[in-house]
């Protein structure tokens, strides 16, 4: 597997790295999918790595500080069995 380090991708790969993570951001969400890609934009911009990133995240998410778009119900979610 190739690092997903800044230091060893271009701005390029950075995109597609977060495009292939996140799946279709133009599914049939009700919006969500602006706010995910903007999280991780200091990564595409070479300035966060992605563990950076999930850390902090994950620590707004613990104390229950998480500032993101709010979500309704998933259209896709109703889907699932």
Same mark, same amino acid.
């Given at each position: ?9 271009? #701005?390029?790969? $950075?995109? #597609? ?15 969500? +999918? ?12 070479? #300035? ?11 620590? $707004? ?10 979500? +309704? ?9």
């Amino acid at each position: 597997m190739k690092s997903i380090l800044i230091a060893d991708t271009t #701005r390029e790969e $950075r995109e #597609r790295i977060v495009a292939e993570s996140i799946g279709n951001i133009d599914g049939l969400c009700d919006g969500c +999918s602006p706010g995910i890609i903007e999280m991780y934009q200091a990564y595409i911009d070479g #300035r966060k790595e992605l563990r950076e990133i999930n850390m902090e995240f994950n620590a $707004r998410y613990t104390r229950g500080t998480a500032k993101g778009p709010a979500q +309704s119900e998933c259209a896709w979610a109703a889907h699932t069995p």
